[in-house]
């Protein structure tokens, strides 16, 4: 099987696909599960601000160099983008304003 969706039916490749249930209209401020087409949920929950995951979480890279910032406005001034990652401390941030 493929890993590419391109010249295939909607028919042939619903199970691989991710949505979240909100009658059509995407993304609110609601935490909303992550299912598959088959309707499995995923440990995500996703709204337009957050995102939460339950279980553990594994981010594998070389290396991740974080700005320190006290706070959304001076990430934004750092130029961290909205969504984007920062710390405070030891504690990792993502900035939402």
Request: overall charge neutral; aromatic content about 4%.
């Amino acid at each position: 099987m493929t890993d590419s969706l391109a010249k295939q039916t909607p028919k042939d490749t619903f199970g691989r696909l991710l949505q979240i249930a909100n009658g059509n209209e995407g993304l609110d401020s609601t935490l909303r599960p992550v299912i598959d087409g088959k309707g499995e949920a995923s440990p995500l929950r996703m709204s337009n601000a957050a995102v939460e995951i339950a279980g553990p979480l594994t981010i594998q890279s070389a290396l991740i160099v974080l700005v320190s910032a006290s706070n959304d406005a001076a990430a934004a001034l750092a130029g961290v983008p909205i969504n984007g990652f920062y710390r405070n401390g030891n504690a990792v941030q993502i900035r939402l304003a």
